[in-house]
């Protein structure tokens, strides 16, 4: 009996998380991403709720520890650079988490984990991604940007934000599921041999913001961010790195603190060669599948960096997936058997139950108090925030990170897959 055969476009994060439970309960799963190695790249994220399950399911606590940045807290600054509040991590085991959370890690590392979890059962196929597809009742003709041809029977788009396999399942005249939130965000490295592992947050004028956070002995993370639209920087958001840097170099020399030492870092390729930028959004779809091709993590519904819940929506999106193919499918892997024999009626079952058992989470998640961003745009605003944060602080009461987050869903509980527990570990 041949066993079900899987095709997951994208090896971030959600691709090998799903590709991780389907080749456990013996599926063939093929994993095909544009890049030509591992993209093992990319900014401090972390786990929260759910996600931690999620996560101790896979077994993957321990490698997951070993490679924690051990951040104690976020402080807010002025421009001084005096501190005007204290957040510290939640690492009592309970409750919510803070702005900090016990589960923070590097993108790259979190990557090479799920990679090495996967690569001995799952076929990884570097630099090709897929140019179109066509689909039946009973299969998925899968074109390859390398000319080779090859049939699926499922179709998964784990390719980010800016999905291409997103794009192939909607109709060409649907409206944009990509909602903008008017948020510039940049991002780069730079040399730092000392410091406290602590994240540093200041608020500019004229809807600004900078975030520092140091990861380990010789290198910081640095943040840029403006609220509001800008005709220049949509212009060079694809353009070349070196226009996009001088665009963001040019927002941020009168903004104060370390305003210009950063962008003078950024600028210089000698010392940050790993910038990028974005515009935050979310993507919002009534369905997150068409047939037998369904999309998982930022491609089905990214909830924007705002919310801090991007990681942790992967991990349980790919976690409740492989869950109801699991369970419409009765555990079977093969593609003869299973739901009466009638794989395809059960494929397509699994995924409407995905999309129904997921979108309470997802609907929770990117809802943002503010219905938007908000920042503190006058010097006046700044300081009125900066008193609140530290009063707050002062206090002991999270109640900032509790408005910004999504991390608590209410009413939702991880389910249980007896097909998924005994190919993972209790908690």
């Given at each position: ?326 369970k419409h499918l009765n555990g079977s892997n093969g593609v003869d058997s299973g739901n009466g024999g ?10 409407e139950a995905y999309n129904s058992q997921f979108r309470p989470f997802v609907s929770q998640v990117q ?61």
């Open positions: 009996m041949a066993a079900l055969k899987v095709l997951i476009c994208g090896g971030g994060i959600s691709g090998p998380a799903l590709a991780f439970w389907l080749s456990k309960i013996g599926y063939d799963v093929t994993i095909v991403e544009r890049f030509s190695c591992l993209r093992a790249c990319g900014q401090q994220i972390d786990l929260r709720g759910h996600g931690i399950q999620a996560m101790k399911r896979m077994g993957l606590e321990q490698a997951f520890r070993a490679k924690v940045v051990d951040e104690t807290g976020i402080e807010l600054v002025d421009s001084s650079g005096r501190r005007k509040a204290f957040f510290p991590a939640n690492r009592t085991g309970k409750g919510l988490q803070s702005f900090t959370t016990e589960f923070e890690i590097m993108r790259g590392d979190l990557c090479r984990i799920l990679y090495g979890a996967t690569k001995d059962h799952v076929k990884y196929i570097f630099g090709v991604t897929v140019e179109r597809f066509e689909q039946d009742e009973s299969s998925v003709e899968v074109q390859f940007s390398n000319g080779l041809k090859d049939r699926f029977d499922l179709l998964v788009g784990a390719d980010g934000q800016g999905s291409r396999i997103r794009k192939m399942i909607l109709n060409p005249d649907s409206p944009d599921p990509f909602y903008r939130l008017h948020m510039y965000m940049a991002y780069f490295t730079i040399p730092q041999e000392d410091g406290e592992y602590i994240a540093t947050s200041y608020f500019a004028p004229n809807n600004r913001f900078i975030v520092t956070r140091k990861h380990d002995s010789h290198r910081a993370q640095a943040y840029l961010g403006y609220s509001g639209e800008s005709d220049r920087l949509n212009k060079v958001m694809k353009g070349e790195v070196r226009e996009q840097k001088k665009v963001w170099a040019e927002l941020f020399q009168d903004a104060g603190w370390k305003a210009q030492s950063l962008v003078g870092a950024m600028q210089d390729d000698s010392l940050s060669n790993d910038f990028f930028t974005h515009q935050a959004g979310q993507v919002r779809l009534d369905s997150w599948s068409r047939g037998r091709v369904v999309l998982v993590g930022d491609a089905a519904y990214c909830p924007s960096p705002l919310t801090g819940m991007g990681t942790t929506t992967a991990l349980v999106g790919a976690y409740v997936l492989a869950g109801e193919i699991a009638d794989v395809g009626a059960g494929l397509i079952s699994a995924l809802k943002l108090n503010t219905g938007g961003v908000w920042l503190p745009s006058s010097c006046w605003g700044i300081s009125v925030f900066n008193f609140i944060a530290g009063l707050a602080s002062s206090l002991h009461l999270d109640v900032l990170s509790k408005w910004v987050l999504r991390e608590d869903v209410r009413g939702w509980d991880l389910p249980d897959y007896a097909e998924l527990a005994e190919h993972g570990v209790a908690e």
